[in-house]
Antibody
Framework: EMQLLESGGGLVQPGGSLRLTCAGS????????MGWVRQVAGKGLEFVSL???????YFADSVRARFIISRDNSKSILYLQMDSLSAEDTAIYYC????????????????WGRGTLVTVSS | EIVLTQSPGTLSLSPGERATLSCRASESVGSYLAWYQQKPGQAPRLLIY???TRATGIADRFSGSASGTEFTLTISRLEPEDSAVYSCQQYGNSFTFGGGTKVEIK
């Protein structure tokens, strides 16, 4: 069974940093784009970042200068390093597996983890 | 940024009825449109991709269609377990999600 399991969420002060981890299993991790989508409580989904198999990275404008996405295919792990956090980053962060939807940068998300909660507050 | 506008905000229907959910894109995304179902306390689940292709294991009462920048998710015969929030996502130009439509079963 394919699974994604996030960890690393928690309470952090404004201006602080946090690193999220996503462990994949049940599929060939290194053969798929992987990413992060977040959701503020009671609100809609928001794309955060994606890392393709070739190493291309994509970010939401709101996090581009502050977040870094990386992966260790040997361990089937995806990371999200989040710096300079603010209250606006408070959300559940979901790890997603990208499925290629066509030539170019076209991915939709066919597997989601259960999410990890990030709370930015003093 | 491409904006996706979903309507209605909430749909309240009885079991067996037909649900029609709309997702309008602010500009063309081709057929690069997916639909997700999210139940309370759960992660989203992929229903439809490529505007009209059902994902693996999705019941055939769920169908998607497109006309220009207007996309529709139809649930032909509602069942109690279809109570959820449904969100669309475009992946034609970066990635954005709509605000969601809540489907309530009376």
């Amino acid at each position: 069974e394919m699974q994604l399991l996030e960890s690393g969420g928690g309470l952090v002060q404004p201006g602080g940093s946090l690193r999220l981890t996503c462990a994949g299993s049940g599929f060939t991790f290194g053969s798929h784009a992987m990413g992060w989508v977040r959701q503020v409580a009671g609100k809609g989904l928001e794309f955060v970042s994606l890392l393709s198999v070739s190493g291309s990275t994509y970010f939401a404008d709101s996090v581009r200068a502050r977040f870094i996405i990386s992966r260790d295919n040997s361990k089937s792990i995806l990371y999200l390093q989040m710096d300079s956090l603010s209250a606006e980053d408070t959300a559940i962060y979901y790890c997603v597996k990208g499925r290629y939807g066509g030539s170019g940068a076209h991915w939709f998300f066919d597997l989601w983890g259960r999410g990890t909660l990030v709370t930015v507050s003093s | 940024e491409i904006v996706l506008t979903q309507s209605p905000g909430t749909l309240s229907l009885s079991p067996g009825e037909r649900a029609t959910l709309s997702c309008r894109a602010s500009e063309s995304v081709g057929s690069y449109l997916a639909w997700y179902q999210q139940k309370p306390g759960q992660a989203p689940r992929l229903l439809i991709y490529g505007a009209s292709t059902r994902a693996t294991g999705i019941a055939d009462r769920f169908s998607g269609s497109a006309s220009g920048t207007e996309f529709t998710l139809t649930i032909s015969r509602l069942e109690p377990e279809d109570s959820a929030v449904y969100s669309c996502q475009q992946y034609g130009n970066s990635f954005t999600f709509g605000g969601g439509t809540k489907v309530e079963i009376k």
